[in-house]
């Protein structure tokens, strides 16, 4: 089975449902992943997420703030919460044909990169400590997995603009992206996107809304993130990411990841 599996940090569902309309019709994805819903469960715009083609619909979400969703042409079983963050919703998963597929929202940290003196810093490595721990856990259990979502940290040189000037930046700091590092050791993770594009290539997913002109200035960073096990990494097909995405009508600061894989 060929499934296409899509990311997207939406910074609000109701606002920007054309956007993913017109992600569904660019990428035809037979998973769509969201993140930062920010609306409760029973608001969701169920509706018109059916009307593009989506039937089954699964949400954990919260008022204003986070919020996460799956959308599937297929129907999904075993569906999970974690709640590494009490209050928090953040994580969502689903099973198909064997596979689950793990969607998150890592929280992003704020701006000052020291836990003594900033909570929200703290939290963000708490969390990637926790998911570090829960894949670990997963090396007994299901081997076929995907993991995505807006991760919040950019782990390469190549995946900020400035390598040395964002070293003291929260989402590449050292200590950010070493957390990175050790979730991805847990089960060996296979970063879809590098996959396909070498590591000595810039590539972004976000670009601030306080660039004026985001295309020209490229000050980006890639952000969100599509994973597989070593089991799946042979069945990989493809993986983009929509760069255009940004300049669609009332675009989210971030851009669809798009991967593409024989299950």
Not at 33 to 38: A, G, P, Y
Not at 92 to 118: C, M, Q, T, W
Not at 239 to 252: G, N
Request: overall charge neutral.
């Amino acid at each position: 089975m060929r499934l296409t599996i899509a990311t997207y940090n939406i910074n609000s569902v109701r606002i920007r449902l054309a956007e993913i309309r017109r992600l569904t019709e660019a990428a035809q994805p037979d998973i769509l992943c969201l993140q930062e819903t920010k609306v409760e469960n029973d608001l969701f715009p169920a509706e018109d997420i059916k009307a593009m083609g989506y039937k089954y619909i699964y949400v954990s979400g919260q008022k204003s703030y986070n919020g996460v969703a799956l959308l599937s042409r297929h129907e999904l079983s075993d569906i999970v919460h974690y709640d590494f963050l009490p209050g928090h919703k953040r994580h969502i998963s689903a099973s198909l044909k064997g596979v689950e597929i793990h969607n998150f929202y890592i929280p992003a940290g704020g701006d000052i990169p020291d836990r003594e003196v900033n909570q929200k810093f703290d939290e963000k490595l708490r969390y990637y400590a926790s998911m570090a721990e829960w894949s670990h856990e997963q090396r007994k259990k299901n081997k076929r997995m995907v993991m995505v979502g807006d991760f919040n940290v950019a782990p390469l040189e190549h995946d900020v603009w400035s390598h040395k000037q964002l070293l003291k930046i929260v989402s590449h700091t050292p200590i950010e992206t070493e957390a990175m590092a050790k979730l991805k050791d847990t089960l060996d993770w296979v970063d879809t996107s590098r996959h396909f594009v070498p590591h000595t290539e810039k590539l972004y997913s976000w670009w601030s809304y306080r660039n004026q002109d985001w295309a020209k200035s490229n000050r980006g960073r890639r952000l969100d993130h599509i994973w597989v096990t070593p089991e799946l990494a042979p069945g990989l097909v493809s993986s983009q990411i929509l760069r255009d995405a940004r300049s669609w009508d009332k675009a989210s600061d971030h851009v669809p990841v798009v991967t593409v894989v024989e299950v």
